[in-house]
């Protein structure tokens, strides 16, 4: 890890944003934002529809600034709506009749503090399971180390964004700009638990305890459809303030 | 997770120690400090060998202060031992000869910071490879919840104290009193990567990035002993202020 053999690339997963600070990769580093469920799958399906931009804010507090100002606004704490947003955080409220053409402000609980905090970074992406070989190809043309950075569940580790993690990880190791033996343990356990998980996705998502929260919540619904693999070629990227589409569609 | 059905106890896993003041589970646990590679494996090993006591203390600026009054001081900073120390960090350091009756100063550095973290349970044990069953015989007996805090590396995530949360994890879930669909998300992805590891584990332990650190530093003549299950009865308990063995030897 400390040092890098033949100029290859290497890989590092932080489990949750409090970990962020005490990454081992320090400069010419690239981050992929992941909350599976369900922010960055959201964003991901909104730019799929046609959003023109996302902006996100970690603060609850500032939506009523931006709602006056007549953008659509999407937040949740807790999986719950906000009283005073338009949209929550399903992906299927982010329809091509809802978003298109649109920007959007959003808040969520975990997704949008993880943005604050990679800042440091040359680029920040947003992942998820439906635009992950597009992301996997943005970054291999990029040619800079890599960062997955989970957005977990209030600082707490958890399965579906590792899973993410782990498949990104595959994609990555197929191609020679990276060595996985000079990654780190986290990259390691991430694509050894995807390919336990990867056999039959949705079985092993049952175990998780956001699932089961969700559930509660009768939230749920949009499970299958998160753990979708490869239906969006959009990679939203995070440039002055706001996400932007930067593929070539 | 944030209910109990039927009493059992829940399982959670702090992959590293800035994840322990977030942990899901705040009151009747007990805490199990893991550090495989190597303080954990070498607190064992000195009970085993008949020592008295071992004091954990965090800072090295503490260490003259117990010298001057005869104590027998082990202390390693990144793995090599300090300058003012009788003994490293190396189980193969507390031989019989060594530490039969003595009482132990000792600093590392992830162990006893964890153990410093660790205050606010019900119970401190000291858990490694070499002493796993004992140790899950007497959580079981406990009839709490549990946390296995993993020492980790320098507030990083590492494969081989989670591959000790998962044999202890798969330990504890034959027994009636746990219930691992109620535990945490780590806990579960603890258990997995034990599943695959026990299978090969001084080859599946080839991968991680400490065993490297260690191998570079000639450090690695440890890693079989510190992978070696049940060699152990004792059970090393922080009580005011000082580790004994509570085993009934």
């Not at 600070?21 to 529809?49: E, G, H, S």
């Not at 947003?85 to 649109?102: Q, R």
């Not at 994609?171 to 039959?200: G, P, Q, R």
């Amino acid at each position: 890890m400390e040092q890098q053999i033949e100029n290859k690339k290497t890989i590092e997963v932080c489990f949750t944003p409090i970990l962020y600070p005490y990454k081992l990769i320090k400069k010419d580093f690239v981050v992929i934002i992941v909350d599976v469920l369900r922010a960055t799958t959201t964003i991901c399906t909104a730019f799929q529809n046609g959003a023109k931009a996302i902006v996100p804010i970690a603060n609850v507090e500032d939506i009523n600034k931006y709602k006056n100002n007549g953008f659509i606004i999407a937040g949740e704490r807790d999986g719950i709506k906000l009283e005073n947003a338009d949209l929550g955080n399903s992906p299927f409220n982010f329809t091509k009749e809802v978003v298109a053409d649109k920007t959007i402000v959003i808040t969520t609980t975990n997704g949008t503090q993880a943005i604050e905090m990679a800042k440091d970074a040359d680029s920040i992406v947003i992942g998820s399971f439906l635009n992950l070989n597009a992301i996997g190809n943005w970054i291999t043309e990029q040619n800079k180390n890599v960062i997955i950075l989970c957005a977990g569940w209030k600082n707490k580790f958890n399965l579906e964004d590792t899973l993410f993690a782990g498949a990104l990880v595959e994609y990555l190791s197929d191609s020679l700009n990276f060595n996985l033996n000079l990654s780190c343990d986290s990259a390691i356990a991430a694509l050894d638990l995807w390919t336990i998980a990867k056999e039959d996705l949705l079985d092993y998502v049952e175990k998780t305890s956001h699932r089961h929260r969700l559930k509660r919540m009768v939230l749920d619904d949009v499970i299958e459809y998160c753990f979708t693999p490869n239906v969006s070629e959009v990679i939203p990227a995070y440039i002055d303030g706001k996400l932007i589409d930067i593929s070539e569609k």
